[in-house]
């Protein structure tokens, strides 16, 4: 990881994960997420950071392992089995885990597709992404703006299907969706950008579950 990145993420604060507005980010994409992947096996959770999605898998059933580089926000996860590690090089064995999950982990990284094809090799059969959408103005100016965050000038779904694709995987479902950031949303707006957790195009959040071909 570049240096600017590990300065980045040892001094970054985000809310707990439990924060009411955590839930109103991250609650909608589990679900969407538990409508087509089984979330009561094995779960690999790739960048998994303070948690936020580490215990919200584990609350739904899984066996989950969280994996981040950063020892620092490993500190802040309270969840029992964690590992820190590179998503470039994931130190498990080939099809260990139902499922490999990242959030907000790709835009950060310059090797994308070295980290999803490690992703699809210790995966049994599902990988998915959640990433930031460039076409979203607030997601488009917050990643002008923080030089760590520059990553999420590029992101968009059709990166993400084309990179898949040459990693091995097919595209199963997509959701483009959310106004809601887990650490910048005041949560006087929450109950207002409810309305925006659906498919829109310019919603501030891709998620795209991939399957590996049998």
């Not at 620092?72 to 029992?80: A, E, K, T």
């Not at 090089?89 to 990284?109: I, K, Q, T, W």
């Not at 990988?127 to 917050?142: D, G, H, S, T």
Request: charged share 20%.
């Amino acid at each position: 990881m570049p240096d600017l990145q590990e300065e980045y993420f040892d001094q970054v604060a985000y809310r707990d994960p439990m924060h009411p507005v955590v839930g109103a980010y991250a609650d909608p994409k589990v679900e969407f997420i538990r409508q087509y992947v089984p979330l009561q096996g094995q779960v690999l959770d790739v960048g998994c950071g303070n948690g936020i999605f580490t215990l919200r898998f584990a609350n739904a059933g899984a066996q989950v392992v969280g994996l981040d580089y950063s020892r620092h926000l490993l500190g802040q996860n309270s969840h029992p089995s964690l590992v820190c590690g590179d998503a470039t090089s994931l130190p498990f064995p080939d099809r260990s885990f139902e499922v490999v999950f990242e959030a907000n982990v790709l835009h950060h990284v310059p090797e994308r597709e070295k980290v999803i094809r490690e992703m699809a090799r210790t995966s049994s059969r599902f990988v998915v992404l959640l990433e930031p959408n460039r076409y979203n103005p607030l997601m488009f100016a917050f990643s002008l703006a923080v030089r760590a965050e520059r990553g999420g000038l590029k992101s968009c779904m059709a990166r993400l299907e084309a990179e898949v694709g040459r990693c091995g995987l097919r595209t199963a479902k997509t959701l483009i969706t959310g106004m809601i950031s887990q650490n910048n949303t005041p949560a006087p707006l929450v109950p207002l950008l409810k309305r925006f957790d659906r498919q829109i195009w310019w919603g501030e959040y891709l998620v795209l579950i991939a399957e590996k071909d049998s």
